[in-house]
């Protein structure tokens, strides 16, 4: 039986990932024991993702990786914080967006700081990390020649990146309600080297009118769980997307962040949700937290991000 793979072990096929962790365990060695439960299910064909991943990130940190770390640990502090507010109350700590816009997304200290940390989490947190992986290995693949793809808060931009990636796709569009965020994402997708089919655009997905382009993907990741309703912003996009068209649904379950609002129970719940916005579940993937199985993540109410792939009805 093969030995488990581990970012500790100086493996040679990942030298991106090698710099990241080590990098995080000269700022925070306390951390090993949780990194080493992130990778300890990796399977051996993950493996060149997870490198391509890093080496994404740590494109994007450069010269800043130690901030980028020392912010990953700063946004952790602030997860437990809303963890025991979880424990404590059974509900997220915030319940609107003028909360969490006041609390949250005016401070722009505290945005950098937190975008940051997230980058960061995309390698070392499997429950961010392991969607990623199918975003990149099954939903991009199964999108026909000459696609055009759309996606809801962009945020860091690696999903915009690796779709860019593709040959087969022919334009890769981003939609951001907040200056700043676009000017991030601009920023990033340039670093990364894929402007020439990207467009970042200022644009309220929630407005009344919508351009009335139309998309043969859209991916909502890491969107739903920061809106009041949800279920109404979902059924916007539908007109946005083609007959046979495919949509990435990314959000979490039991997941108190300082900026979460709006709170599912289950995996089931969340793809209830879906289905009752009038759309065809076609795939779904469940990623607990680090070291979590799946069945205990759900016997202890930890957080797992669920991952629906859908279209519209016939």
């Given amino acids: 039986m093969a030995n488990p793979f581990t970012p500790l072990s100086g493996d040679e096929r990942c030298p991106c990932l090698r710099l990241i962790v080590q990098a995080q365990l000269d700022i925070w060695p306390e951390h090993a024991r949780q990194i080493e439960r992130s990778f300890f299910n990796l399977q051996d064909a993950d493996i060149f993702h997870v490198e391509t991943i890093a080496k994404a990130v740590h494109c994007l940190a450069g010269n800043e990786l130690s901030v980028f770390c ?46 940051r940390g997230l980058l960061v989490a995309h390698v070392l947190w499997a429950n961010h990390r392991n969607p990623l992986i199918y975003y990149i290995e099954t939903f991009l693949p199964a999108l026909e020649d000459d696609f055009c793809h759309l996606e809801i808060g962009p945020g860091h ?36 080297g894929a402007s020439d089919k990207v467009d970042i655009q200022i644009q309220d ?37 083609v007959s046979g068209g ?56 930890t957080s797992i991000s669920c991952t629906v792939v859908a279209t519209l009805p016939n």
């Fill in 70 to 115: 020392q912010d990953y640990k700063w946004m952790c502090d602030r997860v437990m914080e809303e963890e025991l507010y979880f424990c404590r109350h059974d509900r997220y700590r915030l319940a609107t967006f003028a909360e969490a816009e006041r609390e949250v997304y005016s401070n722009d200290a505290y945005m950098k700081r937190y975008m």
């Fill in 157 to 192: 931009g690696l999903f915009l990146y690796f779709t860019s990636q593709l040959s087969s796709c022919a334009k890769a569009v981003g939609w951001d309600i907040s200056q700043a965020a676009v000017k991030m994402t601009r920023h990033a997708i340039n670093l990364l």
């Fill in 205 to 241: 997905f929630t407005s009344a009118n919508l351009p009335e382009n139309k998309y043969d993907s859209i991916a909502i990741s890491e969107v739903l769980e920061h809106l009041e309703d949800p279920a109404q912003a979902l059924r916007k996009l539908q007109p946005l997307l």
């Fill in 246 to 301: 495919r949509m990435f649904i990314k959000s979490p379950v039991n997941s108190p962040m300082p900026d979460h609002i709006y709170l599912w129970r289950t995996p089931e719940e969340f793809v209830s949700f879906v289905e009752q916005t009038n759309m065809k579940v076609l795939d779904t993937i469940f990623s607990p937290t680090n070291g979590y199985s799946l069945g205990r993540a759900r016997k202890m109410g």
